[in-house]
């Protein structure tokens, strides 16, 4: 839901073209230039290791682009993204800037094969499996972007028989934004998840569109099956009336660190959850050593440098590090334990 963010904030404020610009997520903040680099050297060292494109990175949802996404682990992954809307989905492979690394696929995901009938909105990225809410609509005016305004009939396909049909089998990380119809895709993913170190979801606290499953649903459903809620960012309120910041400051600790901002009006709607698999399970996975590599890049995009160096120290200890590949490893833990 990254890109509907953006939708759902400047309906009111910006021409309609403008929402064609993806809001950005919580790891693409401004970070100090040394984490800059590192996040880069991360996934470089990680492809100079497993080789150019050894991972696929699922985007489902994938309006607008993902070339610039956090995760987009250059030159360490492949990219493969979902947009239902197939003119979207040409627009986006005619742009593409490697046909090698990034392709999008004309496909709607579900839990099963099937018809299912597509909601369309007035701002396109707010179109949905799911009918809209019409109360929310009524009650919060930044919801007006989710007005009906026809439908159209898909054909969904489960993840994993399409991740079978292809022969891609070596997918480790999921970007779900698809209003609202998160968990049907994950459960008819669930080969795909057993090789997935993280993901990335779109989870609501109150349904914006009638009989979507909730953040209480999702977050079970992932922690049984070995991933941890690593971060919530881009948490949304809606206010009925107009907003404005309250007179205080919210706060969010990091051990002993505290980051205070300030605060507004609204109800918790929605936000961007970030999961990822304890490396420590990874490690003792067959296929840990690749794992470990592709989840410390992904925790290295995604600015946590101390998680993706205990990644890193864990590859040392598997048997596939050869004296070349671990002093290029010891050297970039060393680096990532700086401060920045």
């Not at 004309?106 to 799911?130: D, F, I, M, N, V």
């Not at 946590?304 to 050869?322: F, K, S, V, Y």
């Amino acid at each position: 839901m990254l890109k509907a963010m953006k939708a759902f904030r400047l309906w009111t404020r910006r021409p309609s073209q403008a929402l064609h610009q993806p809001a950005p997520s919580a790891a693409s903040i401004p970070a100090p230039m040394g984490l800059v680099d590192l996040r880069a050297r991360t996934a470089q060292v990680a492809a100079e290791i497993l080789g150019s494109g050894a991972t696929t990175i699922i985007d489902v949802g994938a309006r607008w682009g993902m070339e610039k996404a956090w995760y987009a682990l250059s030159p360490l992954a492949k990219l493969i993204g979902f947009e239902p809307d197939a003119e979207e989905c040409a627009r986006l492979n005619e742009r593409r800037p490697s046909l090698e690394h990034y392709r999008y696929v004309p496909l709607a995901l579900g839990h099963q094969r099937g018809k299912a009938r597509l909601h369309l909105t007035r701002e396109p990225a707010c179109s949905s499996l799911y009918p809209p809410c019409p109360a929310m609509q009524r009650r919060y005016p930044a919801l007006a972007v989710i007005e009906p305004v026809g439908t159209v009939e898909v054909d969904l396909v489960p993840l994993d028989d399409w991740a079978t049909a292809e022969q891609v089998n070596d997918i480790t990380f999921l970007k779900l934004d698809t209003q609202g119809s998160e968990l049907d895709i994950l459960r008819g993913a669930e080969r795909v998840l057993q090789g997935c170190v993280g993901l990335e979801i779109e989870v609501e606290f109150s349904p914006i569109y009638i009989g979507q499953p909730l953040f209480a649903d999702i977050d079970p459903f992932l922690r049984e099956r070995g991933f941890v809620l690593w971060r919530l960012s881009n948490l949304t309120h809606y206010g009925e009336g107009s907003a404005c910041l309250l007179p205080r400051q919210d706060s969010a600790a990091f051990e002993n660190f505290e980051a205070k901002f300030p605060t507004g009006n609204g109800r918790l709607v929605w936000a961007n959850a970030l999961y990822f698999r304890d490396y420590r399970q990874v490690a003792d996975a067959p296929d840990g050593w690749r794992r470990l590599l592709v989840q410390a890049a992904l925790l290295a995009a995604a600015g946590d440098a101390d998680a993706a160096a205990r990644c890193l120290e864990a590859c040392l200890q598997r048997p596939e590090a050869t004296p070349q590949s671990a002093q290029a490893l010891a050297e970039l833990i060393s680096d990532l334990r700086q401060p920045a």
